[in-house]
């Protein structure tokens, strides 16, 4: 069972339309190489049956698949940061390349890590992990969940 979309879309567009650019909105753009939430909400609300809430407060966006959480986005952060579900092992190997990347922030710090938007990373490959991530939870969910989803009308 998915949770309703609930809550403010992240920084500023509400669900169901494109986000606007940072410099759009009215506000300076993300420095180089840091990842504006937007971008992030539009490459999550790609991906099937995803829906976001606030359940820990305005200041952070939770993407779920099949009610799991697969990405916590933390908007009021400086610098802005995402926690993400990823291979324990794989976990280990980012966390020793990457100094942004560390374990997850108030979860599971075996299977999730937190990767600080802090310039040190690319867009991209951040934009990579939290599909790997989505992929991740994705197959944990129950068979019976999954083929629940698939039966949906929005897949």
């Not at 494109?18 to 992030?40: M, N």
């Not at 100094?99 to 951040?126: A, F, M």
Request: with cysteine; net charge negative.
């Amino acid at each position: 069972m998915t949770t309703p979309n609930a809550g403010p879309a992240p920084d500023p567009a509400p669900q169901g339309s494109d986000p606007a650019p940072d410099a759009a909105a009215g506000t300076d753009p993300a420095p180089e190489g840091t990842l504006p939430s937007d971008v992030v909400h539009a490459h999550c609300m790609t991906m099937p049956h995803v829906t976001y809430d606030n359940v820990f407060g305005p200041q952070t966006t939770c993407y779920r698949v099949g009610g799991k959480i697969f990405l916590m986005l933390g908007q009021d952060a400086d610098p802005q940061y995402a926690t993400f579900s990823y291979d324990p092992e794989e976990s280990l190997v980012l966390r020793a390349t990457y100094p942004s990347v560390v374990p997850g922030y108030y979860s599971n710090k075996r299977l999730s890590n937190t990767v600080y938007y802090d310039g040190r990373i690319e867009p991209e490959q951040t934009l990579d992990w939290i599909s790997e991530s989505y992929a991740i939870v994705f197959a944990k969910l129950p068979r019976k969940v999954r083929d629940e989803l698939a039966a949906r009308p929005d897949a």
